[in-house]
């Protein structure tokens, strides 16, 4: 009993301290701000800070309620997010000069508990903080992941898949059946990741399980992009953290979990078969010209990654370059799909390019500007990262002419920012033909329209992106007619979203389709 009397004596001394330092920590800070010109807000309370006045709407995406913070109180407002002071920016001149003119003081990561754990302690390119760390991995994208030789090699990845695609959706259409468009898109996108990462043509991941794993892997990439747009409290309330209160630390310790599991058997099996190649020289060589991860394994010296490094850059590749991609090809074509003379406009300018005895070849699209009209409208009005990723202040600055705290997050609202209505008319309608007569740069360089963000931090493989989603949203397009199952085209949502943070639609896409080309063009092997 008197053991059991000083523990919780210690508990309650501990417990205690803690409290004090926080609160210490907060008067400090809020002294300090005091003395700032901050941006306007809705204010705050001790401790919990803004939290109770944000006006949260259950099941409201992030972004749509900034964007109704910004209509009360301006483009710039400040948050006091618990002990974190948090910017959120919707304005095209101060994302400029977040992104842009200070880009260098804005480029860092805020310590968030989804970094640290799905992130690998900040060791893969998204979380990492500003260091020699981060320009390794961005030189190791640069030269070895996007590098255009590795972009132009992977051509006949992107094309095959598609044509596999293709005719999958044939097959269900020859028994009868309707097609789940969203899912075939994620599928595609995500068997391309997985050749171009892992060199497997068959979608497979590991030889005699391969459905198992591939289904694991669907499984934990949905849970990391939920978790990643869950707002936990325990990054801005320190005592929450302490006590995961919520579970959501449990949640990602579990996911990460999972994540080493997928990413260790693969990792061991490449290593394998490194192994087994007893050659040297071309044979070395094509097994690292093979895939990603190959590559990755080979890196020598000071540019050599540890396991938790290759893991996160694996599930980095993944989320940004299957489910972007197929999230944004999904909303492009409920659009056309809600407006049949528009997709039809589409389809009779792939015909006249294209014709009707071969499929769309990426190097088709330059000659199709419509197509390239419809994916930038779609791209304005669904970023496939609504907020990106948070950025952190380094040290305290001015932005708009007000004073910006050394610390703080920094969140650009990319979806409010491309719907601005003094940039862009009637932005809510979706009318590709605004950019047939104002071709707008969307890679960075033009700040009314960044659904990639930009600078340091914009999306390394924007370009390539935007490449695969004219490729998938074309080739559905000129293969086959499509109407809505069970619905009318005006039924179709465009609006409601799941939560995470990619812009997902709530609703799935099923669709009846009607083939357009000759029958011998649906025909594909997986030795093709």
């Known amino acids: 009993m008197e053991n059991f009397s000083t523990r919780f004596l210690w508990v309650e001394l501990l417990g205690g301290l803690l409290l004090g330092v926080t609160v210490f920590r907060l008067l400090i800070r809020k002294l300090t701000v005091l003395k700032l010109k901050l941006p306007p807000g809705p204010g705050g309370y001790p401790i919990v800070g803004s939290f109770p006045l944000l006006g949260a709407v259950p099941g409201e995406p992030a972004h749509q309620m900034f ?94 898949g598609m044509q596999a695609t293709i005719s999958s959706i044939f097959d269900e259409f020859s028994i009868g059946q309707g097609t789940n468009l969203t899912v075939e898109l994620n599928n595609l996108s995500l068997n391309n990741l997985m050749n171009m990462l892992f060199g497997r043509k068959d979608g497979q991941l590991l030889g005699g399980q391969s459905w198992l794993s591939m289904h694991e892997l669907k499984d934990v990439v949905r849970e990391v992009i939920e978790l990643s747009g869950e707002f936990d409290y325990g990054d801005y309330l320190p005592i929450v953290r302490w006590l995961d209160l ?22 061991e099996q490449h290593r394998e078969h490194r192994k087994m190649v007893t050659g040297t020289g071309d044979e070395q060589k094509e097994i690292q010209d093979h895939n990603i991860l190959d590559v990755l394994l080979s890196l020598k010296g000071e540019d050599a990654l540890r396991d938790d490094a290759i893991t996160g850059v694996i599930f980095d590749v993944i989320i940004a370059g299957s489910d972007t991609t197929s999230i944004s090809a999904d909303w492009a074509i409920a659009e056309l799909m809600r407006k049949p003379e528009l997709l039809k406009k589409l389809q009779s300018q792939i015909d006249m390019v294209v014709g009707k005895e071969r499929m769309v070849k990426e190097s088709d699209l330059p ?7 419809v994916i930038k409208e779609s791209l304005r009005m669904h970023s496939p990262a609504p907020l990106g990723i948070p950025h952190c202040s380094i040290k305290g600055t001015k932005l708009a002419g007000y004073d910006i705290p050394g610390g703080s997050t920094v969140l650009v609202n990319l979806w409010a920012l491309n719907r601005d209505p003094k940039n862009w008319p009637n932005p809510d309608e979706f009318r590709p033909e605004r950019h047939e007569v104002n071709d707008v740069n969307m890679f960075g360089q033009d700040f009314t329209l960044l659904p990639f963000g930009s600078g340091r931090r914009g999306c390394s493989g924007m370009v390539l992106g935007f490449t695969m989603v004219q490729l998938i949203v074309a080739s559905i ?26 812009m997902v639609r709530a609703q799935e896409l099923f669709v009846k389709v009607t083939p357009r080309l000759p029958t011998h063009l649906y025909q594909y092997s997986s030795i093709h």
């Open 246 to 267: 919520t579970g959501f630390i449990g949640r990602l310790k579990s996911t990460q979990k999972r994540m080493k599991a997928i990413s260790g058997k693969i990792i």
């Open 367 to 373: 000659h199709l500007p419509y197509l390239h009209c």
């Open 477 to 502: 397009i000129h293969s086959f007619d499509l109407e809505p199952y069970g619905m009318q085209p005006s039924d179709i949502d465009v609006v409601q979203e799941k939560p995470g943070i990619t």
């Open 67 to 160: 964007k109704r913070l910004q209509e009360k109180y301006g483009p710039i407002v400040y948050l006091q997010m618990g002990s974190c002071p948090t910017i959120i920016v919707a304005d095209s001149e101060t994302a400029k000069a977040v992104l842009r003119d200070q880009d260098h003081l804005f480029a860092s990561r805020p310590l968030l508990s989804v970094g640290k754990y799905l992130g690998f302690n900040y060791q893969g390119m998204v979380w990492s903080q500003m260091g020699d760390h981060y320009k390794q991995m961005r030189k190791i994208f640069a030269a070895e992941i996007l590098s255009p030789k590795r972009v132009m090699q992977s051509h006949e990845v992107r094309e095959n």
